[in-house]
């Protein structure tokens, strides 16, 4: 009786294993599904470790097969060409590969997404997928060919370009009028608008206030968001202070949709940046040494919209 469907090896592991099997090499098989040899090299460990046995034999020139990976490559190679030839009758020809570039969704909705247009209007031959995802992915096996990483700049991998740095302002509506906001009576009045994310402190009113001196005020409520372009959306409708990523909201002040606000007469501008932020940036990170032409293109389109003519 044959194994139920939830009990087959993944279709990405068989791939892998069918493109080695047919090339003898990993280095080639890697080449063929434009991924890199780790990425590879993990799909095979994944599909033996799910069938129990050993496929491969890893030797200094190449791989051979064992019995069990014989077996297995002379079941499955017939059914993946007939698939490969299935999909090129419903699909009408090969298609691109897109370029693949991860961020958070914070940085994909207030900077990336806003100059997108312009790389699509200049690079018609190249098609990009946008994975916006709030937690750092394995940009090999989830096949991510660029990633905007927010990070300390002694943590950022080898070869990452710093994009931004992080700079903390206050911002709100532009028709919000008053006197200073260091003054109780005032501050007492606001809403303050949050990101709740307690593993970066400095992104939060009270790390802010304190940094100024002015952690003996207290607004009239706060509101918390888990996602931060949200909460710039918020400030945008008028709905409380927030505290802006420069870089993020540049577009925003420049546009006249946020206003940047000074703490008070007595809190000097910059005093209330003195913040961890300084040492974090936002960086880009490659996942292979080699990109294809595509992903050079869209790497260099990113650091050129990074330059300080664009912010």
Not at 80 to 107: D, F, H, N
Not at 123 to 129: T, Y
Not at 236 to 256: S, T, Y
Not at 264 to 270: F, I, Q, R, T
Request: hydrophobic content about 45%; overall charge negative.
């Amino acid at each position: 009786m044959p194994v139920p469907l939830h009990r087959l090896p993944p279709m990405d592991a068989l791939r892998g294993f069918v493109a080695v099997a047919r090339r003898m090499s990993i280095t080639a098989a890697a080449e063929d599904l434009h991924l890199t040899q780790s990425a590879v090299s993990r799909q095979i460990q994944t599909l033996e470790a799910r069938l129990g046995c050993q496929l491969l034999v890893r030797e200094y020139r190449g791989v051979r097969l064992t019995e069990e990976g014989r077996r297995l490559f002379r079941s499955v190679d017939p059914m993946m060409r007939e698939l490969q030839e299935l999909v090129e009758t419903l699909g009408g020809g090969e298609q691109r590969k897109p370029v693949t570039i991860t961020a958070s969704m914070g940085v994909v909705g207030l900077w990336l997404l806003p100059r997108l247009g312009d790389f699509i209007a200049r690079h018609p031959e190249v098609d990009v997928r946008v994975a916006a995802n709030n937690r750092v992915v394995d940009l090999d096996t989830e096949g991510v060919d660029l990633a905007i990483r927010y990070c300390a700049r002694r943590a950022a991998p080898e070869g990452a370009i710093e994009l931004f740095g992080d700079e903390i302002i206050v911002v709100g509506h532009p028709d919000w009028q008053g006197v200073a906001l260091d003054h109780p009576d005032v501050f007492a009045a606001q809403v303050l608008l949050e990101f709740d994310d307690p593993d970066h402190p400095w992104l939060q009113w009270s790390s802010h206030l304190g940094s100024a001196g002015l952690n003996h005020l207290h607004p009239a409520r706060l509101v918390r968001f888990n996602q931060y372009d949200q909460l710039i959306q918020a400030a945008v409708n008028g709905q409380g202070l927030a505290l802006g990523r420069r870089a993020l909201v540049a577009d925003l002040l420049r546009e006249g949709r946020l206003r940047e606000f000074d703490l008070g007469e007595g809190v000097p501008p910059g005093r209330s940046f003195n913040l961890p932020a300084q040492k974090y940036a936002h960086w880009l990170v490659q996942a292979s040494p080699s990109p294809s032409d595509a992903v050079r293109a869209l790497a260099r389109w990113l650091v050129s919209q990074a330059t300080p003519s664009h912010e």
